[in-house]
């Protein structure tokens, strides 16, 4: 009898804290696309981010962002959010179950999305008391690994929006160099143009006073 | 006490590789008619592992073809017709890598949920071998993740801090292009007034207009 309390008990701590997911994707978001978590247990802290990577932005007002809006395995509306190019997000999941995460895209134009979830799950004060291999040592430890998953979550939304921006500045460049050669050639060439049309006009010799 | 206390110790590691085996990693829906790909930047010198099954699917005898490319589109996997799979490579390069999942011979409108179970760096290790190996167990195992967990958030901090800086030389550049391309275009302006003005002055005097 013991023994099988000592594999539950082991078992339980190797859940508690093995069971580490994070998922750090890029797809396309068309319209709308969904994705889907497995929340373990009740009150599971799930939190995650989104950037929206444009790499072919003219105006910024045709690309609005993405909206997302999270729904609970009952379809209840756990979260959602107005369309924005780039946010963290977190909720504490009431029910444990299939968690849907949908992207909709309000604008015409497929846009690619880097989105980053994780479910976190720290054993609690009953778990601590139902089980008697649990020690506080082990709770401890579940909050230090869920604090590092944390920090990790931050440097990847950092190094997803610092994508992002250099993208935007690498355009900026490209675009200081086009528009200005553009403008120097149509001046150039406007000018030009002034002057020979000038010249055609005087060079017709319909009349002194017709000028 | 003791023997059934190593026998425990033995098991954790093996119940840890147990419960990678259920419905792990992001779901995500495949349709008869669309190809789903998700993909990463990874740097090079990165073991990337990947785990997918069909996790929920609306009808029976469906199978999934997966195909992992790499950035410059060598293709490092392709499996054709299967319920769930594997896969493992380590990054030669840095850059894209991209899995694409379709649904080969399905009737139309048929909808499949599949989990996709993607991990790179630290928790593509193969934990369950490295505990063997160095005979560690429960607290020790846990504590060495996050130690190895530290090592990498520090690698991607530093990468970071690189790429910020090549950034911040980058609009530096732009800053200093802009003042030098206006001065110029406004240079460009005035020559080209300055040599309609003088033209079209000897060109109405050679006209005798003037």
Wanted: aromatic letters at 10%; hydrophobic letters at 40%; one cysteine or more.
């Amino acid at each position: 009898m013991r023994i099988w309390a000592l594999l539950l008990g082991i078992a339980a701590t190797a859940l508690s804290v093995c069971l580490r997911t994070a998922d750090g994707l890029t797809m396309t978001v068309h319209k709308v696309e969904c994705v889907y978590e497995e929340v373990e247990y009740d009150g599971d802290m799930v939190y995650g981010n989104f950037v929206v990577q444009d790499y072919e932005i003219f105006w910024g007002s045709d690309h609005p962002g993405i909206e997302l809006v999270v729904t609970g395995p009952q379809g209840n509306k756990v979260h959602s959010s107005t369309s924005k190019e780039a946010e963290k997000f977190e909720f504490r999941a009431p029910r444990r179950g299939l968690y849907k995460f949908c992207f909709h895209n309000p604008a015409l134009a497929p846009e690619d999305l880097t989105f980053y979830i994780h479910v976190g799950h720290i054993p609690g004060i009953q778990d601590l008391a139902q089980d008697e291999n649990l020690k506080p040592v082990n709770v401890k430890i579940a909050q230090l690994a869920e604090a590092l998953e944390a920090v990790s979550a931050e440097i990847r939304y950092m190094q997803n929006r610092d994508k992002r921006h250099r993208s935007t500045n690498e355009s900026t460049q490209r675009r200081l160099i086009a528009y200005t050669v553009a403008e120097s050639v149509m001046l150039l060439g406007a000018s030009i143009g002034q002057v020979y049309l000038i010249q055609q006009l005087f060079s017709k010799r319909i009349g002194y006073n017709r000028v | 006490m003791d023997p059934k206390l190593s026998l425990c110790a033995i098991l954790l590691p093996l119940l840890c590789l147990q419960t990678w085996h259920r419905v792990d990693g992001v779901q995500f829906e495949v349709s008869s008619s669309t190809t789903k790909c998700v993909s990463e930047e990874i740097q090079r010198d990165v073991v990337v592992v990947g785990d997918y099954k069909i996790a929920f699917t609306s009808s029976d005898n469906l199978s999934v073809t997966a195909k992992v490319t790499s950035p410059y589109g060598n293709q490092l996997y392709h499996q054709e017709n299967v319920q769930s799979g594997q896969f493992a490579f380590t990054s030669k390069e840095s850059g894209n890598y991209m899995a694409c999942f379709w649904l080969p011979n399905a009737p139309p409108n048929v909808n499949v949920n599949l989990a996709l179970d993607w991990k790179t760096g630290v928790s593509a290790k193969d934990w369950a071998s490295i505990a063997k190996k160095d005979k560690l167990e429960g607290m020790e195992l846990e504590l060495r993740k996050l130690e190895d967990a530290v090592e990498s958030v520090h690698h991607e901090l530093l990468y970071l801090r690189d790429r910020e800086a090549e950034m911040r030389d980058l609009n530096e550049l732009t800053n200093s292009r802009v003042a030098w391309f206006g001065i110029m275009s406004l240079l460009v302006c005035l020559a080209v007034a300055g040599w309609q003005l003088w033209h079209l002055k000897t060109f109405f005097e050679k006209k005798k207009l003037l």
